[in-house]
Every structure is written in structure tokens, then in C-alpha cells.
């Protein structure tokens, strides 16, 4: 079993070295991880964000835990050349097309989840957020227009095979869970969205245990804070699915706890191979602090264990380990708590 750890930059290090603390207790047999650049640190190293050999490792591996990639010197880069890149170019180049996070309430936290808390109690959905295609992958540029103004333009389309397949995701996602999908689009505007719709309803009908229902994607936003628990699975697009899993993490709380996979087809001897990412960024604000909240990085190497290597019941215990440490009150600053980073660590592994 190969783990490729890619810190990247910010607080990436920093989080990801006690999720791999916690792998590491675990001892498993034949496991190895090995370590590379990633994003802006590549690029201070090695002039690009995703180097050939970074992308060769965990392509020769069977899952990625990554940290986050984001550094304000390197803002003013041209595009290509921007940490952002290295995340979306592993997407991309991996074909890592179904990115999973999973939102919920952890007995105990309701006091920091901005919502009240018999609403954020409630909480328990997965965003299943389509991640290889939208505005994010169209065509894109700076072009003049004819009298003579500066003009941005992103592309936005999805071909119907690319909906077709985080479709099914969505819905075998479901058949394990409270067998309903909630699909968001924005059909009432745009083109791509109504052809979303449509495949959608189509993929539907392979699954007539799961009950299927659509919602505008400004509704969702609304409905999100007015009523969470009344979402299983939600899928979406790459863009709606960015900003909607931004705002669960708050209502369960902090950005801080959300893990991630972003999973394709390709399988490996273990299971399903993929990247696992806690959703926030690198928060150059207090990077290197020792400040951060590691507790989502730990969950998406618990997520790695359960999809990528086949270890249910290791990552159970992971995300048991957590779930009493924070029943015992350890909490990060983005729960309101004292804990740094590596007393979190601490926390979990003695829970373990
Ligand atoms: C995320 C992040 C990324 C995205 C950025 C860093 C490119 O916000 O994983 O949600 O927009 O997908
Ligand atoms: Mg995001």
C-alpha cells in the first residue's frame, strides 16, 4: 500500500503531519508513504506547482492525502503557474472526477455551528460536487471587446457523459445512505444546468429506491441554513459544489472539520483510488503557528483508509478517536477552543 503525502503550503504541513501520525499508529503492514511538493512551495522549489515528479508519485500510488495549496507571493504569478493549479491539475490529470464531504453534526459541537442548535443537530449529507469539468476547466481569458473594454470570460458547459457519471456516484452514495438525492442547478437560467437536469432524471430511473428531487441552487443555499437536516445526498456542479460545501462546514461548525475524496474509476488492489484533502485552505494568517485545527486532515486520512485501502474499520476507529476528543472538549481556535495543532494530534492518538 502506497501513500503519496503532499503537504503543499500554508498550514498544509503543519495538519498533514498529524493526520500521518495518526496513519502511522495504525501500524499497517506493507504500508509506505512518501512525501512531495505541491503548489506554491513546488514552485519556489521547482519553478512550476505540480512538478512532473510530484505527479508521477501519486499517480504511482494507491491514494494521495494532500494538504492544501495557496500562498499570497504567488498571487501575482500568471495563472498557469498559481499553487491553485496543482489541486485542480491533479483533478484533472488523475481523472478524480466525484469529490465527496460529507457534512456532519458531531454531538457536541452545536455550540459552534453558527445555526441553533436543534437545526444544526440535524445535520448528516455528503456533497457529491463533480470536480473535473463546469467553469472551472472551460475556456477562459482576457479579451478587449470591440469598443475597446477589458472583458473576463470563463466557459461554462457539462458534456452529458460527465453528468452522467457523478450522477451514479450520487446515487450509490444514497443507496448506502437515506436513499434520497437532492440534484442542484441554477435550470431556470442556464443551458448547462437544464441539460444537468435532464441527465439527471435520466440516471434516475437505474435507481428506484432512491427518491430524486432538484433544487435552484440559490434555494439550496437558503434551505442549507434553514433546514440541513432535511439533506441526505446533495450533487452538484464544480462551482455550486465549491461554495455550498464551504457553507455546511459552517453549519457543522468550522471549516476546520470537513474532510474530502476526490475519487475516479480507476481501482487499485485495495479499493478505489483517490485524493483526500480537508477542505479548507492554507490560511497563510497563521501558518507555521501551530494554531491550525488538524482534525479535517485526520478525517479525509480516515476517508483514505475506508475508500482507498479497504480499512473500514480503521477508519472508523479514526473518526471515533476524534469524535471523543472532542466530547472531552479539545478544540481548535476555529471551534472557539485553546488546542493547537499538535495537542489535537496528541488528543486523537491517545484516544486511538
Ligand atoms: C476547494 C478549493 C479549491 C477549489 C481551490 C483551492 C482551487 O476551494 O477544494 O474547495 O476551488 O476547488
Ligand atoms: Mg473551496
Not at 444546468?193 to 428531487?213: C, F, G
Request: overall charge negative.
Amino acid at each position: 500500500m502506497k501513500i503519496a503525502v503532499l503537504p503543499g503550503d500554508g498550514i498544509g504541513p503543519e495538519v498533514t503531519r498529524e493526520a500521518v501520525r495518526v496513519i502511522e499508529a495504525l501500524h499497517l503492514p506493507g504500508l509506505e508513504m512518501a512525501d512531495a511538493p505541491v503548489g506554491g512551495a513546488a514552485y519556489k522549489q521547482h519553478g512550476h506547482p505540480l512538478p512532473a515528479a510530484t505527479l508521477d508519485l501519486a499517480r504511482g500510488s494507491d491514494a494521495i492525502l494532500f494538504g492544501a495549496v495557496g500562498d499570497p507571493d504567488c498571487d501575482s504569478l500568471e495563472r498557469a503557474l498559481r499553487p491553485e493549479q496543482a489541486i485542480l491539475g491533479l483533478r484533472r490529470e488523475l481523472t478524480l472526477f466525484a469529490n465527496l464531504r460529507p457534512a456532519r453534526m458531531f454531538a457536541g459541537l452545536e455550540d459552534a455551528s453558527g445555526l441553533k442548535p436543534e437545526i444544526a443537530r440535524a445535520i448528516d449529507l455528503v456533497i457529491v460536487r463533480e470536480l473535473n469539468g463546469d467553469v472551472y476547466f472551460g475556456e477562459k481569458g482576457m479579451r478587449t471587446t470591440a469598443d475597446g473594454r477589458r472583458e473576463g470570460y470563463d466557459v461554462m458547459s457539462y458534456a452529458e457523459d460527465e453528468v452522467r457519471r457523478i450522477a451514479h456516484v450520487a446515487f450509490r452514495a444514497a443507496q448506502g445512505r437515506a436513499k434520497r438525492v437532492c440534484s442542484v442547478d441554477k435550470a431556470n437560467v442556464l443551458e448547462t444546468s437544464q441539460l444537468w437536469r435532464d441527465v439527471v432524471i435520466e440516471t434516475a430511473r437505474e435507481y428506484p429506491d432512491v427518491a430524486l428531487e432538484h433544487m435552484y441552487v440559490d434555494n439550496a443555499a437558503m434551505q442549507l441554513v434553514r433546514n440541513p437536516g432535511q439533506f441526505d445526498v446533495v450533487v452538484t456542479g464544480n462551482l455550486f459544489g465549491d461554495i455550498l460545501s464551504d457553507q455546511a462546514s459552517m453549519c457543522v461548525g468550522s471549516i476546520g472539520m470537513l474532510a474530502s475524496a476526490s475519487l475516479g474509476e480507476r481501482q487499485t488492489a485495495f479499493g478505489t483510488f483517490g485524493l483526500y484533502e480537508p477542505i479548507h485552505g492554507s490560511a497563510p494568517d497563521i501558518a507555521g503557528k501551530g494554531l491550525a485545527n488538524p482534525m479535517a486532515t485526520i478525517l479525509s486520512a480516515a476517508m483514505l483508509l475506508r475508500h482507498s485501502l479497504g480499512l473500514e474499520g480503521q477508519a472508523a476507529r479514526i473518526e471515533a478517536a476524534v469524535g471523543r476528543a472532542l466530547a472531552d472538549g479539545i478544540r481548535g481556535g476555529d471551534l472557539g477552543g485553546q488546542h493547537g495543532t499538535a495537542e489535537i494530534g496528541d488528543a486523537v492518538l491517545a484516544r486511538l
